[in-house]
């Protein structure tokens, strides 16, 4: 979205999921969460493309939004108050 002109839209790619919630910038890739796959995924920002992928545990709390600050990546739990650290 271009904020210098209320907020159009500047250009799109393809989304790795259907049901993405959350997305954060590391060193010029964006990573975007894919919730109902329980999976997290790292695309060039340029064209979409897949560059990594993490895949998160059954048992694991559900991904819903996601942060990036100093190196550490950092996701809320869609069903319960956890915040959690992945390393």
């Known amino acids: ?11 799109s790619i393809p989304a790795p999921t259907v049901r993405t919630h959350g997305l954060a910038w590391d060193n010029g890739a964006l990573w975007c969460v894919g919730s109902s796959e329980r999976e997290i995924y790292k695309m060039d920002p340029v064209d979409g493309k897949l560059l990594a992928k993490i895949k998160l545990a059954k048992e694991d709390p559900e991904p819903h939004g996601l942060d990036l600050y100093k190196g550490v990546m950092w996701y809320s739990d869609a069903g319960s108050s956890w915040v959690c650290r992945l390393v």
Do not use: P, T
């Open 1 to 11: 979205m271009d904020g210098r002109s209320r907020f159009r839209k500047d250009r």
